[in-house]
């Protein structure tokens, strides 16, 4: 299994300013994801995060709102833009594998909350 | 489109007895199906999967999958349930993919399991 940081582990934040979150994974990894879950409900993929190419975004979001990069196979970063109450979620980074049947690995979170 | 439904939002059990967490699927194609767990304010755990072979999957924690494709369903068991079982479990399904390769994970809506003790 792989070890998958993620900064902050939480933070509070003011209505129209923008938050990055860092996702960091201890071996190389092609596919980066990024979920958004409201507390003790369902996962939302926001974005699928390949290393070298644009980001793929889910229906209901878009890269204005949540820019991501993807510098090298063990880094990358979801930014929330422009926050208001209704960004405040626990947002999750997650890794695949090459091949599609292995399991996700996830980071523990970061639980965003928004004034 | 593949999709995944939890049809229970939670299951209450008594402590040493079976636990049994419903899920069923819809794809196209062979299914990849995933149980995973999440613990308060920790991030998902992988649990167990069905990708192929035995329809008796066993996982982690004593936790064992049964798949069942004629009833589309991939139901998470246990013999015996622990206080500290007592979690949110979420079913996952692998989708087609695309043309790119790449793919993607639906997950369901989440099963709170409440073991007492």
């Known amino acids: 299994s792989a070890v998958i940081s993620q900064k902050p582990s939480r933070d509070i934040c003011q209505r129209g300013t923008s938050l990055t979150i860092q996702c960091q994974v201890d071996?190389?990894?092609?596919?980066m994801f990024w979920y958004r879950q409201q507390p003790g409900q369902s996962l939302t993929l926001i974005a699928t995060?390949?290393?070298?190419?644009?980001?793929?975004?889910e229906s209901g979001f878009v890269i204005d709102k949540f820019p991501i990069s993807r510098p090298n196979l063990t880094f990358s970063t979801l930014t929330v833009s422009n926050m208001s109450p209704e960004d405040s979620s626990i947002y999750l980074c997650?890794?695949?594998?090459?091949?599609?049947?292995?399991?996700?690995?996830f980071g523990p979170g970061t639980r965003l909350t928004v004034l | 489109a593949q999709s995944v439904a939890q049809p229970e939002d939670q299951v209450n059990v008594a402590e040493g007895n079976p636990l049994t967490v419903k899920c069923t699927y819809s794809?196209?194609?062979?299914?990849?199906l995933f149980w995973y767990v999440q613990y308060p304010n920790r991030g998902l755990q992988f649990l167990l999967k069905?990708?192929?072979?035995?329809?008796l999957v066993k996982g982690s924690y004593g936790f064992e999958a049964e798949f069942n494709k004629s009833q589309t369903s991939f139901h998470l068991k246990k013999p015996s349930a622990l206080v500290s079982d007592s979690a949110l479990y979420f079913c996952?399904?692998?989708?087609?993919?695309?043309?790119?390769?790449?793919?993607?994970?639906?997950f369901g809506t989440g099963t709170r399991l409440k073991v007492l003790a």
């Open positions: 997650s890794l695949g594998r090459d091949k599609a049947y292995n399991e996700q690995f």
């Open positions: 794809v196209s194609g062979n299914p990849y």
């Open positions: 069905y990708i192929t072979g035995d329809n």
């Open positions: 995060a390949n290393q070298g190419s644009e980001a793929t975004y």
């Open positions: 996952a399904v692998r989708d087609m993919g695309t043309t790119s390769g790449t793919y993607k994970y639906i």
């Open positions: 071996s190389q990894v092609t596919m």
